[in-house]
Structures are given as structure tokens and as C-alpha cells.
């Protein structure tokens, strides 16, 4: 995927303030300090497009962004951070749901994990509830490069166990720091983002 542009569209807490175009959409979600914003960069090969903070759970609204005029990148607040207010922590769902229910522009949510660690109970609660959905999810473990080759097999079998993933469902191996996983990412995410067709 050639990056031609890639540019920030708004911040949304709510349906009224969703940006209007009729774009194909992927979301992003995952826990706070997961990585999501890292990877969302280095897909697009940007270093601030998405803004990292050294203070998880920051970010606590939809961002919108635009990929070369043609499709849009959904990133969704990071969850679970314990520092975050309760109050907080509980609009997390609501503000997702109101999402999926008027956006049917969206295509698809990348749920990012931690590839160092087992899954978090609130980890396989959003798989299970996104496919309760029925919303098309891919699971990308991202921090890769932070686990030594040889212990790679034992971390993904554990990330598969702790959120049920089958054996035939790809689990995508990424890393900011090196660009692992970048291509096969893009590849996995075409299909989804392919040009709408008006009837």
C-alpha cells in the first residue's frame, strides 16, 4: 500500500459529531498502552499522525482518519487502564456501541493485544462481544520485537488460549519498531477498504 496521505479528520464522543463521508472504515482497538497508536503510525508510515502519550488511557474519544481520500482508519480509546475513572471506564462501551450502530460504513476491528502477555479478562470480553456483533475482527499481537525468538511458539499459543482463538483464525505477529507484520497487515485489510459502490 502506497501512503499518498493520511490525515486527521475529527474527534467524536457521539453520533452527531461523526464526520459525514461515505468511506469504507477499520477500527482499532485495544488496551491502553497496547501500542494501538504505534501501529496505526507505522501503517501509514507517519510518526505523529496518531498522538502517543506516556499516560495511558488518555485518549477517551473516536478518532477519525483519512488514508489517501479513500478509506478511513477508526481509532477507538484505549480500555482498561486502571487510572482511568471508573465513570470513564464505563462509557468506554456505550460511546462503542453508538458507533457500530450508526456507522455502517464499518468494515471490520483490528483488536490488538500485547504479544508479551496472556489476554486480560476485558481482552476476550470485547472478542467475544464484537462477535456477538457479528463485526469482523482480526487479532494483531503487537511488541514482538520485546520477545526472543524461541519463546515466540509459547506466547502465541497462550494469547490463542486466552481468547479462544481458533487454529484456523490468523493471529498477526507486529511491531512498530522493526515494521514486522506491516505488509501482511495491509494485506489482511484491503479487502475490507475497498472503494464503496453506490447502488
Do not use: C
Not at 121 to 126: K, M, N
Amino acid at each position: 500500500m502506497k501512503i499518498i496521505s493520511a490525515e486527521f479528520v475529527t474527534s467524536a464522543a457521539s453520533p452527531t459529531q461523526y464526520p459525514r463521508q461515505r468511506l469504507p472504515e477499520v477500527a482499532f482497538a485495544g488496551r491502553s498502552n497496547v501500542g494501538k497508536s504505534s501501529l496505526i503510525n507505522t501503517l501509514v508510515h507517519r510518526k505523529n499522525l496518531v498522538k502517543t502519550s506516556a499516560t495511558p488511557g488518555k485518549t477517551r474519544t473516536l478518532n477519525f482518519f483519512v488514508v489517501n481520500g479513500r478509506f478511513s482508519f477508526v481509532d477507538f480509546p484505549g480500555y482498561g487502564y486502571a487510572r482511568v475513572p471508573r465513570e470513564m471506564q464505563a462509557s468506554w462501551r456505550p460511546m462503542v456501541e453508538a458507533y457500530m450502530k450508526h456507522q455502517d460504513m464499518l468494515r471490520a476491528v483490528v483488536h490488538i493485544v500485547d504479544f508479551r502477555h496472556t489476554p486480560s479478562e476485558l481482552d476476550w470480553q470485547l472478542r467475544a462481544w464484537l462477535l456477538n456483533k457479528q463485526v469482523s475482527v482480526l487479532t494483531v499481537a503487537t511488541k514482538t520485537d520485546k520477545v526472543k525468538r524461541n519463546q515466540r511458539a509459547a506466547h502465541e499459543r497462550e494469547i490463542r488460549r486466552g481468547l479462544a482463538l481458533p487454529d484456523d483464525e490468523p493471529l498477526l505477529l507486529f511491531s512498530s519498531h522493526n515494521h514486522e507484520g506491516r505488509l501482511r497487515l495491509w494485506q489482511r485489510l484491503m479487502p475490507w477498504l475497498a472503494p464503496v459502490r453506490d447502488a
